[in-house]
């Protein structure tokens, strides 16, 4: 942090953040996963912890840190500032719920406080604001390859002059498993005629419209991730009044775009966070005295330092590319930042499950067990390098923005040519 120039608040912040994450919620992510309950019930109730937690992450002035400047909400940090926040959140599964900036909920906050009308915000931004609803996006769809969301084969048709008919199939809908969640963002085609990125549309659908059946919650290596979870959904003729179309019609991919270029970042900000929680785990594993394979600590032993002196530096090098990328955000704004957000992007989950991994192997059979969290951060990080955009798609965004630049530069070779020549 010292090598940035940080407000004092946010410092504040920082340390009043980094205590309650280690102190309070570190330690009640066991009681947590008991208050779930039985398979029959992890989608039915909230374990009463985190309500505790909530509460005090509002006496403390933690609460709705992601809405960054300049959405008048939140409470006003530059998303630089966040990052440094961001990381400290990663650090626990409970932090991001408990201070309510937990996704999808984060994303689709932004959308309605960027895209959404007054009316869209008193009913939904609010409540949601306030940590009484949560919220699911659905986008992706099981037929099709969602890594490109002009592919989305979800119809969006009128219903008479006030309304639209929803009719398709949605699955890896964060959030929508939860009891509390009250509203869906779902994206569908209003015109298949259209061009190919004003074929979209968004809508802000209840969640407890008729027409709507979740089907199954999907696992991600075995996780559940309840209360939320991925489920898996169809859509069949739902009604919507067309004053729940955000921005226009039409115009779903750029809303999409929109939400997902700071979603992409706050995850990696997490990310970062969760391999230095992992790069803890595997110090502490290393150095027991009590543990000594063949007569010798596991710091002892020759791989192992040159594991965490790897990740050590990785975990440093992908921060400046998360931090850059924030930088980018707020001085470009996120469309002129979208090659350093894909770097990021690419960069970051890809690291963190390296360093999630090495850890994993030094705790042998613990390891992925449920006893330590390195298997639940393991899950999570490889599902980030699918989510809001794979690998692949990340990659080839920043290798066409060079062979780009690489264009450029063999048009100015005859001049850089001459001008050698002359020298």
């Not at 409470?75 to 999808?104: D, M």
């Not at 994206?187 to 549309?201: E, L």
């Not at 419209?209 to 169809?234: K, W």
Request: charged share 20%; hydrophobic share 45%.
């Amino acid at each position: 942090m010292a090598l940035f120039p940080i407000s004092d608040r946010v410092k504040r912040l920082h340390q009043t953040l980094t205590t309650f994450v280690e102190e309070v919620c570190v330690p009640a992510e066991a009681v947590y996963s008991a208050q779930l309950g039985p398979p029959g019930q992890r989608f039915t109730r909230i374990p009463p912890v985190m309500a505790s937690l909530k509460q005090q992450a509002r006496a403390l002035g933690l609460w709705n840190l992601f809405l960054c400047k300049p959405y008048t909400e939140g409470i006003g940090l530059t998303n630089l500032e966040y990052a440094f926040l961001a990381e400290v959140t990663g650090r626990s599964f409970l932090a991001p719920e408990a201070t309510n900036g937990a996704a999808p909920d984060s994303g689709n906050m932004e959308v309605l406080a960027r895209y959404g009308t007054d009316a869209q915000k008193q009913q939904y931004l609010v409540p949601l604001l306030d940590g009484r609803i949560r919220s699911a996006f659905l986008m992706t769809e099981p037929h099709v390859a969602s890594s490109d969301a002009t592919n989305i084969e979800t119809r969006i048709e009128p219903d008479g002059p006030d309304h639209y008919r929803i009719t398709g199939r949605k699955w890896w809908s964060s959030g929508a498993g939860d009891p509390r969640c009250a509203v869906f963002l779902v994206m569908g085609k209003t015109d298949a005629a259209a061009p190919r990125h004003r074929q979209q549309t968004l809508l802000l659908v209840d969640a407890a419209a008729p027409g709507i059946t979740i089907h199954r919650a999907l696992t991600v290596f075995g996780y559940d991730d309840a209360p939320h979870g991925h489920m898996e959904i169809s859509l069949d003729g739902v009604r919507v009044p067309r004053t729940h179309v955000v921005l226009g019609p039409g115009r779903g991919f750029e809303v999409v775009q929109g939400r997902l270029g700071p979603g992409r970042i706050h995850h990696c900000m997490r990310a970062v966070g969760m391999a230095e929680r992992a790069l803890d785990l595997l110090l502490d594993r290393a150095t027991d005295p009590a543990r000594t394979p063949f007569g010798k600590t596991l710091a002892e032993h020759g791989s192992l330092p040159a594991a965490v002196g790897d990740a050590r530096v990785a975990i440093d090098a992908a921060r400046l590319l998360v931090l850059a990328a924030a930088a980018a955000i707020d001085q470009h704004g996120p469309k002129a930042a979208r090659l350093a957000i894909a770097q990021a992007k690419l960069a970051v989950p890809a690291m963190a499950c390296r360093v999630v991994d090495r850890a994993i192997q030094a705790y042998g059979g613990a390891g992925v067990a449920q006893d330590v969290p390195l298997a639940a951060l393991y899950a999570g990080l490889r599902t980030l390098r699918l989510a809001d955009g794979p690998d692949e798609v990340h990659r080839l965004q920043i290798s066409q923005a060079e062979l780009r630049r690489a264009r450029r530069c063999r048009d100015a070779a005859p001049r850089r040519a001459t001008s050698v020549a002359k020298l």
